[in-house]
């Protein structure tokens, strides 16, 4: 099996230092969740799965420029938290990929998102249909801003695709996961979790 012809890729948002390591701004805010779900451990397993099948995996990356902080016309209320904290700053550490959630060989990494739908200022939708994968999985973070937005946006666009629940993590606890995964039933065609997704012979 080649990257060429696998049929599902995995689409990871967002597996920067800057949410997944300590140190990192957002981390503080989702660390607790991340525990409570076992969400990084869980997307190396993903990462790891895909991997051994040779199937490819699309990162992509958040990250904005002096030249964006300053002169964005109209900031959404995530656009002024993130500005107003310098959050994804282009070439800082927290823009950095985490070590354990970075690209490898036979791995595409995507132009750096600037909005919640990766689909809406990348080339993600190009990648993918230039490998002919028409079966997406999506996983890593905000579940309830970029990951939400990219699958619905996948699944408009004609996509089979498949959340994967404990791969992800809401801005929020408990009570904000159970509503997310409720959310992600009406969007995805399958909600797995990473072991249930893995199990499945093609994925």
Same mark, same amino acid.
């Given at each position: 099996?080649?990257?060429?012809?696998?049929?599902t =890729?995995?689409v990871?948002?967002?597996? !920067?230092?800057? !949410?997944f390591? *300590?140190?990192?701004?957002?981390?503080?805010?989702f660390? /607790?969740e991340?525990e409570?779900?076992g969400?990084?451990?869980?997307?190396?397993r #993903? #990462? /790891?799965g895909?991997?051994?099948k040779?199937? $490819? @995996?699309?990162?992509s990356p958040? +990250?904005y420029? *002096? &030249? *964006?902080?300053?002169?964005?016309?109209h900031?959404?209320g995530?656009h002024h938290?993130?500005f107003?904290?310098?959050?994804? &700053?282009?070439g800082s550490?927290g823009a &950095?990929?985490?070590p354990? #959630?970075? $690209? =490898? $060989?036979?791995d595409?990494?995507?132009a $750096?998102h %600037?909005?919640?739908?990766?689909?809406a200022?990348?080339?993600?939708d190009i990648?993918l %249909?230039r490998? =002919?994968i028409e079966?997406i999985? !999506?996983?890593?973070?905000?579940?309830?801003?970029c990951?939400e937005?990219?699958?619905?946006? /996948?699944m408009?666009r004609?996509?089979r695709?498949?959340?994967?629940?404990d791969a992800? /993590?809401p801005?929020? =606890? @408990?009570?904000?996961?159970e509503?997310m !995964?409720?959310?992600?039933a009406l969007?995805?065609h399958?909600? #797995?979790t990473? &072991?249930?997704?893995? +199990?499945r012979?093609?994925f």
């Amino acid at each position: 099996m080649t990257s060429t012809s696998a049929p599902t =890729g995995l689409v990871l948002i967002d597996t !920067v230092n800057e !949410v997944f390591a *300590e140190g990192g701004k957002g981390y503080p805010g989702f660390k /607790a969740e991340f525990e409570r779900i076992g969400t990084l451990d869980n997307l190396r397993r #993903l #990462l /790891a799965g895909f991997r051994d099948k040779g199937y $490819p @995996a699309f990162f992509s990356p958040m +990250s904005y420029t *002096e &030249e *964006e902080y300053d002169n964005w016309k109209h900031r959404s209320g995530i656009h002024h938290m993130m500005f107003d904290n310098r959050m994804f &700053e282009a070439g800082s550490w927290g823009a &950095e990929f985490h070590p354990d #959630l970075r $690209p =490898g $060989p036979g791995d595409v990494t995507i132009a $750096p998102h %600037k909005n919640l739908d990766v689909f809406a200022t990348t080339d993600l939708d190009i990648q993918l %249909k230039r490998r =002919g994968i028409e079966h997406i999985a !999506v996983a890593g973070m905000i579940g309830t801003m970029c990951v939400e937005s990219t699958a619905r946006s /996948a699944m408009e666009r004609g996509y089979r695709v498949t959340l994967v629940k404990d791969a992800t /993590a809401p801005d929020g =606890g @408990a009570d904000s996961y159970e509503q997310m !995964v409720n959310r992600y039933a009406l969007i995805a065609h399958d909600v #797995l979790t990473t &072991e249930e997704l893995l +199990s499945r012979a093609d994925f």
